[in-house]
């Protein structure tokens, strides 16, 4: 698990690198992303591909909904509280005696997909998905570019579908 100081340490870097990258030292953008994300994993799919061009417009709202959302629904999420899915919508699954409440969404200024996962069988006593564990200390994944933001969600999808649901369903320890 990320100490506080190695999170605090991992932004600093990745400012760097951005700084780096404007500069027009690729070179050095890319190594400091690769420390990054050697602190907080939520960093790995800008080292993947820093200094890579991608001119297309971010379609957060679209690609959230494509590409993590709909398969939640299909493997048995429902879409709460409208049963469409908007920026304020959350997944719920229910799998007796657990209920899994999934909210996946975009920090505040942009530029990572954020996302908290809590299950229970009393909603007093809330389990919350140990992202940290996984190497995502703030359970957030950045990124810069539509391709990031796609790889970004696609990744989510993965550990949403393999860990957390599992996990949701009362396999493991909360």
């Known amino acids: 698990m990320a100490e506080t100081s190695d999170v605090v340490r991992a932004y600093e870097l990745a ?3 951005d700084n780096a990258l404007r500069a027009g030292e690729v070179a050095d953008a890319r190594k400091l992303m690769a420390e990054a994300a050697a602190l907080d994993g939520g960093y790995a799919v800008r080292a993947a591909h820093i200094g890579e061009k ?3 417009r971010k379609t957060v709202g679209r690609t959230l ?3 993590v959302v709909k398969p939640l629904v299909a493997a ?3 879409i709460e509280p409208c049963g469409s899915w908007s920026p304020t919508s959350y997944l719920v699954r229910d799998c007796p005696p657990w209920t899994l409440h999934v ?3 975009t920090v505040k200024f942009g530029g990572a997909i954020s996302v908290n996962a809590g299950r229970w069988t009393d909603p007093k006593d809330v389990q919350y998905f140990p992202f940290a564990g996984v190497g995502l200390p703030r359970g957030q994944i950045r ?3 539509q391709a990031e933001l796609e790889e970004a969600c696609e990744r989510w999808r993965d550990l949403l ?3 957390v649901l599992p996990w949701g369903a009362g396999q493991g320890a909360g």
Do not use: I, M, N, W
């Open 103 to 105: 909210y996946v969404g």
């Open 76 to 78: 048995g999420c429902r």
């Open 161 to 163: 579908l393999a860990s």
């Open 15 to 17: 400012c760097y690198a």
């Open 54 to 56: 991608d001119e297309r």
């Open 65 to 67: 909904a494509r590409l």
């Open 143 to 145: 990124y810069s570019t």
